[in-house]
């Protein structure tokens, strides 16, 4: 008897577990709740002014998986948030499309080269050591946007516009590389992490800032974003600040360089751009800044 009733313990078992297997099936819904999953206006606004034209995710609930864990970050305030997702808007991806707007699809500059992700930080990134981060691009793929929620759009705008040709700058030449020639113009001058302690006399060694100093990439994103930033008048008095002949012949080369490869590159009219940049610049007045419903 016992091999019977050792097979209708196992029949009994293999129907249990069939039984449990059953109620136990999965209804879809994840226990899991994303809070992030229940749209807001302003997730609409960024599907129609990010998402939608552009592919760009607009992150600003500073996801975990995001985060750089060697720093002290907190999240960024929504309305600081929306201050400056209609600033890059306006001064960064719709400049871009002004710029290319003889072309076919005047968003395709942006929807090519233009990061996939704009990460916000409610704080400047402090490290252990004391240093400041402002912003910073990943593999061309994201740029994080750090101190938000200390944007003062009156005093703040322009850094943060500045800050996006930095970064831009950096995704454009790890795409289409800017020509080695550029690295060997004042290559005995940089300084590494020690920029921040070199003298003033930068321009005088052929840099258009202290920061260009601590590497060849950072002299590209640096001189290349002044190229927008700066006017023709500014460039002038900037070059005839300068003392040094050399010093000047140097920065003038590299702007050669720089607007060189913009054109052949990527076909940006350097000048043009810095028209629309500049203008669109003096126009930030203009913006409803807590208007969802454009």
């Not at 072309?103 to 916000?120: E, G, H, I, M």
């Not at 850094?159 to 590389?177: N, V």
């Not at 460039?235 to 060189?260: F, N, Q, T, V």
Request: proline share 4%; hydrophobic share 35%.
């Amino acid at each position: 008897m016992q091999p019977t009733i050792i097979s209708l313990f196992l029949l009994l078992l293999v129907a249990g577990a069939t039984t449990s297997c059953d109620k136990d099936e999965p209804d879809g819904k994840s226990i899991f709740v994303d809070p992030a999953e229940e749209k807001t206006e302003f997730d609409f606004w960024l599907d129609r002014h990010y998402t939608e034209p552009y592919n760009i995710r607009f992150e600003y609930r500073m996801p975990d998986r995001e985060t750089h864990f060697n720093y002290w970050v907190s999240p960024p305030p929504v309305d600081k948030s929306i201050e400056v997702a209609k600033l890059i808007k306006y001064s960064t991806l719709d400049a871009m499309a002004e710029l290319m707007s003889d072309q076919k699809d005047p968003l395709l500059f942006a929807k090519s080269y233009f990061p996939r992700v704009l990460y916000l930080v409610g704080s400047f990134e402090i490290s252990s050591t004391g240093n400041t981060v402002l912003a910073s691009a990943e593999n061309g793929l994201q740029i994080n946007v750090l101190g938000v929620k200390f944007f003062d759009r009156e005093k703040d705008s322009e850094r943060i516009a500045g800050t996006m040709l930095h970064e831009f700058m950096h995704i454009l030449d790890g795409t289409y590389p800017v020509p080695s020639d550029y690295d060997t113009i004042t290559q005995s001058d940089y300084v590494g992490d020690k920029y921040a302690q070199s003298g003033n006399d930068y321009m005088e060694l052929g840099f258009v800032s202290k920061y260009a100093r601590s590497s060849p990439a950072e002299d590209i994103a640096e001189t290349g974003g002044r190229l927008i930033s700066m006017s023709e008048e500014e460039w002038e008095a900037m070059l005839s600040s300068i003392e040094s002949a050399d010093g000047r012949a140097k920065i003038e080369k590299k702007r050669s360089i720089l607007i060189a490869w913009l054109r052949d590159d990527f076909g940006v009219d350097v000048a043009k751009w810095s028209d629309i940049y500049l203008r669109r610049l003096s126009e930030l007045g203009d913006i409803d800044w807590t208007n969802l419903e454009d």
